[in-house]
Each structure stands twice: as C-alpha cells, then as structure tokens.
Nanobody, 111 residues
Framework: QVQLVESGGGLVEAGGSLRLSCSASVSIGGMVVMGWYRQVPGKQREFVAAFSSSGTDYADSVKGRFTVSVDTAKNTMYLQMTTLRPEDTAVYYC??????WGQGTQVTVSS
C-alpha cells in the first residue's frame, strides 16, 4: 500500500520561507506525476505544483515563489516556498499519480 507522508509545515511570517517534504513508501522512479495541492476550510482543494517526466507546472498564484523538485533516490518530493503570503495559509497535501494522497501538513503565514 502506498503511503505518502508530508512534513515541514509550520508558522512563518509573511515574506518568509518553508520547505515541505513528501516521503513515499514506494519507489517513485516510475511515477507519472507527483504534485502538491492545498486546501483551506470551506474551499475546494486546489492545485499548487507538479513534477513529471515532462517537467514542472505551477499555479499562477505561486509561480516565481515556489519550486517543486524530486529526489528519486530518497523517494521524496519537495516544495520550496519563498516570499510567503498570508493567502498561502492552508493544509498542503502531496499526491502521487493522481491516485494517492498524504495526510497533509499545515502551513500558516502571519501578516
């Protein structure tokens, strides 16, 4: 069974940085796509960033501030977040092949 575990969330001031990690219990070397999504209470989960063999993709709201990367040797995906804004506050989830989800990690950006 595939397990994804996110870590690295926390409380940060606006303008600060955080790096999220998503560790997979299986080899991700053959994955099609891995992605980051986020959700705030009362709203739908939204796409943030993705990494695939075709390259990377980002939501317009995070372009230039967030960077997604993958270390296949560690079976881990990262999301480097810089210049954080209060509107980035959410629970961040990782996804593997549009099938498997982690439990989420809370990111809170104070103004």
């Amino acid at each position: 069974q595939v397990q994804l575990v996110e870590s690295g969330g926390g409380l940060v001031e606006a303008g600060g940085s955080l790096r999220l990690s998503c560790s997979a219990s299986v080899s991700i070397g053959g994955m099609v796509v891995m992605g980051w999504y986020r959700q705030v209470p009362g709203k739908q989960r939204e796409f943030v960033a993705a990494f695939s063999s075709s390259g990377t993709d980002y939501a317009d709201s995070v372009k230039g501030r967030f960077t997604v990367s993958v270390d296949t040797a560690k079976n881990t995906m990262y999301l480097q977040m810089t210049t954080l804004r209060p509107e980035d506050t959410a629970v961040y989830y990782c996804n593997l092949d549009l099938r498997f989800w982690g439990q989420g990690t809370q990111v809170t950006v104070s103004s």
